[in-house]
């Protein structure tokens, strides 16, 4: 069975914590799971300033990983800090949230819609979705205007919240398919999927599944082209 690490890019154990009850708990008997967070940095990433802070400490760790005998790595951040560069030093399968929750939206719906933190994460999200090249899928972006670590602390009102937008872009937006957009929402999509009657999609807990499975029948990134291992060079 695999062992797989999963990183929070941020130092708040309160997302720490909520990120490793959701994964030991859908984790199979057999996998050896270990739930860290980066050393140094911000306490939530919110911003791209927020995420190049973090986006050394987070290399670090995943060149460790691979030192240590890991099969997969989850980078738990919906922003998916680093991803590239981490796939790029990586000889085992890195998985960021927002890439591959977005990836399984596809599979359960024909339009999905993303519920963020803040207002200004908008923006961010519609950029991502052009980069990674789903326009056509995408129903709309709505946020709940509450910070990281307020979401991890707070799940009453996440949830309250959560099902009042939730219907918005469901009756409003023609949303299939809702993604949780934060790694601090893992845990609360039962109660919104049943309130909405659509898929709300768990970023932690899908991509923890994915990782574990992928390990387990040993499929990794290829290494020949996009994330193809930099050349040594001097650094001053």
Request: net charge negative; glycine share 6%; hydrophobic share 45%.
């Amino acid at each position: 069975m695999p062992k797989i690490l999963v990183i929070n890019p941020n130092t708040s154990d309160a997302v720490t914590s909520r990120i490793a009850g959701v994964v030991q708990r859908i984790a199979h008997a057999g996998t050896e799971v270990i739930v860290t967070q980066i050393p140094h940095g911000p306490e939530a990433l919110e911003s791209y300033y927020d995420e190049s802070i973090a986006a050394p400490y987070l290399i670090e760790a995943v060149r460790e990983a691979n030192a240590d005998g890991y099969d997969a790595i989850v980078i738990a951040a919906f922003c998916d800090p680093a991803i590239e560069a981490a796939k790029e030093v990586s000889g085992i399968a890195v998985f960021s949230l927002e890439e591959t929750t977005l990836a399984v939206a596809l599979l359960m719906g024909n339009r999905f819609s993303i519920l963020t933190e803040k207002k200004h994460k908008v923006s961010v999200k519609q950029q991502h979705v052009r980069k990674l090249g789903l326009e056509s899928r995408f129903a709309s972006v709505r946020p709940l205007d509450m910070g990281v670590t307020e979401i991890a602390c707070e799940p009453d009102r996440v949830r309250e919240r959560g099902i009042a937008i939730g219907r918005q872009m469901v009756e409003e937006d023609g949303a299939e398919v809702i993604v949780m957009g934060c790694a601090s929402m893992a845990g609360y999509s039962a109660a919104m999927e049943a309130a909405l009657h659509v898929p709300v999609l768990d970023p932690v807990s899908i991509t923890f599944k994915v990782a574990e499975a992928l390990a387990e029948l040993g499929i990794r990134h290829s290494k020949i082209g996009l994330y193809a291992t930099p050349a040594p060079k001097a650094v001053r």
